[in-house]
């Protein structure tokens, strides 16, 4: 039973597994996002791309009849054995510290990149041209040649062995502990997750997300250097949520093109524009919501809304008083006042 997706969940907020999953998995709809903001889980996206539906729903079931979660139709509430399980599971376990850098990197060609240049540095330390590479994946192993063609192995190993202890000295100790341990180096075989959590005393899924967490924290650590390896985590960079297409919304938007002009010119539907705005809100708190709602837009969704809490609004509340309000404009409304409502916490 994986207790760490009690965490997901909430005592008075009812919330959908589905959104949950689809947001670890990656999905990008205007919708999926929305509910993800709402949950406050927004920096989870894409942290399990692979993620298996299947067993994800066993285990929500699992936590359910164990009386950790309460289902109410389609939803669940954190019970309060949940929360008293919950607080004793996150006080004795690690957890992934910086999920959003999972939207901010692409992991497994890091992942590859890292473990040949650890590897390729320590074998040439010890003079070893001959051994078989950490990795099959050939985009990493391309890139890492045509790096070592520019800077060459003496850059290498001077500028990751300093990165690196630097990097390290700034972690708890178990956490260097399990970093050093899964890698492969000169007669090393990098230990597996089982193995660390033997060594440790851990479960195997908080070695494997731990070492996930700190790979993509080094990756970031790195793009904050200027020095040359800063160049090979700049290949691995990721947009998050503002794709070049939503990207390219935004910048005639903000030329003063009005939303038709911008459907016309980019040969798009409306409704995949006004989804490239809403995208844009979740990404950005600073979303200009005035340019895009109107004052009396904005007074008529306060009157109608106003003491409902925010997950329960309805779209056709609005409808009922204006047969002709946009949808993209309520999700929008929903946006602006999820931020505010966040600021006054």
């Not at 990721?238 to 990207?247: F, R, Y």
Request: proline content about 1%; glycine content about 2%; aromatic content about 12%.
């Amino acid at each position: 039973m994986d207790l760490r997706l009690l965490n997901f969940f909430d005592e008075s907020q009812s919330r959908k597994s589905a959104v949950i999953r689809q947001t670890f998995a990656n999905k990008k709809t205007a919708s999926n996002l929305y509910w993800a903001l709402r949950y406050q889980i927004l920096d989870y996206l894409n942290i399990y791309p692979k993620l298996n539906s299947i067993k994800f729903d066993y285990e929500i079931d699992q936590l359910v009849k164990k009386d950790l979660l309460v289902k109410k139709e389609n939803e669940y509430l954190l019970s309060k054995k949940g929360k008293i399980e919950l607080k004793k599971y996150n006080e004795t376990h690690l957890k992934i510290e910086h999920p959003e850098n999972f939207q901010r990197v692409n992991y497994v060609l890091w992942n590859a990149i890292l473990l040949l240049l650890i590897q390729t540095a320590s074998e040439y330390t010890y003079h070893n041209n001959y051994y078989y590479v950490a990795t099959d994946n050939l985009q990493a192993q391309y890139l890492v040649k045509k790096w070592l063609q520019h800077f060459g192995f003496d850059n290498l190993v001077v500028e990751l062995s300093t990165c690196l202890k630097e990097f390290l000295s700034l972690q708890e100790q178990i956490k260097a502990d399990i970093f050093a341990n899964k890698l492969i180096g000169h007669q090393q075989n990098g230990l597996t997750d089982e193995q660390i959590a033997s060594l440790l005393n851990r479960e195997s899924v908080e070695i494997e997300a731990t070492f996930k967490d700190l790979e993509l924290q080094f990756a970031i650590f790195l793009l904050n250097k200027e020095n040359h390896l800063s160049l090979m985590a700049k290949q691995v960079q990721l947009s998050g949520l503002i794709t070049e297409t939503v990207a390219q919304t935004i910048r005639l938007f903000k030329k003063g093109l009005t939303l038709p002009q911008i459907e016309s010119i980019r040969h798009l539907k409306f409704s995949t524009i006004t989804e490239h705005l809403q995208i844009w809100a979740l990404a950005d708190s600073n979303f200009p919501f005035d340019q895009v709602l109107s004052r009396n837009e904005i007074e008529l969704l306060d009157n109608i809304y106003e003491n409902n809490e925010i997950d329960n609004w309805k779209f056709k509340q609005v409808q009922a008083q204006d047969a002709d309000f946009s949808f993209y404009k309520f999700r929008l409304y929903s946006i602006m006042r999820t931020y505010d409502e966040s600021n006054t916490k």
